[in-house]
Structures are given as structure tokens and as C-alpha cells.
């Protein structure tokens, strides 16, 4: 019988679940970790989304000629 073949003992089976447990939590931190990142990344790029946009819209509804103050610098005074 190959020592592979064999069951494990109580000792060595308490200490394979514990390297197996420390695997499952260094990978939980790493998914954590990269949530996190995702998340952070969304929020900046939705940000600046959102001052591009306002800038747009702001532009937009300035008629041409006109500065962005809302008086018109030509015409009589």
C-alpha cells in the first residue's frame, strides 16, 4: 500500500484542514481586496463622468455669444 493510499491520521488531518483554512482565507483577502478595488475604480470613473457631463450640459445651455456669466457683452448700453 502506497503511503498516498492510506487515511490520515487525527493529527495529520487537523493539520491539513488548518493549511487548507489558511488557503481559504488568504484567498477570501485577495477577492476582498480586488472587490474593493473594482469598487473604488467605479466610484473615480463615475465621478468624473459625472463633472464631464455637468460641463456638457453646461455648455449646452450657454447660447453662443453669450459668456458664461448670462450677460451679453455686445448690444447697446
Do not use: N, Y
Not at 503511503?3 to 491539513?16: I, K, N, Q, V
Not at 473615480?44 to 445651455?61: F, H, I, N, P, T
Amino acid at each position: 500500500m502506497a503511503p498516498a493510499d492510506r487515511p490520515l491520521t487525527p493529527t495529520e488531518l487537523a493539520a491539513f484542514r488548518a493549511r487548507q483554512k489558511s488557503r481559504s482565507r488568504a484567498l477570501a483577502l485577495v477577492l476582498l481586496a480586488l472587490v474593493v478595488l473594482f469598487f473604488a475604480i467605479t466610484i473615480v470613473k463615475l465621478r468624473e463622468e459625472s463633472k464631464r457631463d455637468a460641463k456638457s450640459r453646461q455648455q449646452l445651455a450657454t447660447p453662443i455669444g453669450v459668456p458664461h456669466g448670462g450677460t451679453s457683452t455686445a448690444g447697446p448700453q
